[in-house]
């Protein structure tokens, strides 16, 4: 899944933020593989990290805004 397509799909769940649980079942990865993924999107500013375990989606950084 790219960066956009993951974004798109967050867009979808009209959620604020998410937790390392809620990225789990939406992505479908291992704990392991999830804390691995997660840094590179933090570090490649596709999500930013709130606290220990909460992420929000960077949409206006890719122009990503929800309309309408």
Known sequence: MSNI???QTLR?????YFTVADLEK??????NSLYV?????VEGGVLVRLRRGAYQP???SLG???SG
């Open 5 to 7: 397509e993951l974004l």
């Open 12 to 16: 979808g769940f009209n959620k604020p």
């Open 26 to 31: 939406i992505l479908g990865m291992g704990r």
């Open 37 to 41: 993924t997660l840094n590179r999107l």
């Open 58 to 60: 960077e949409f206006q």
């Open 64 to 66: 990503l805004e929800k």
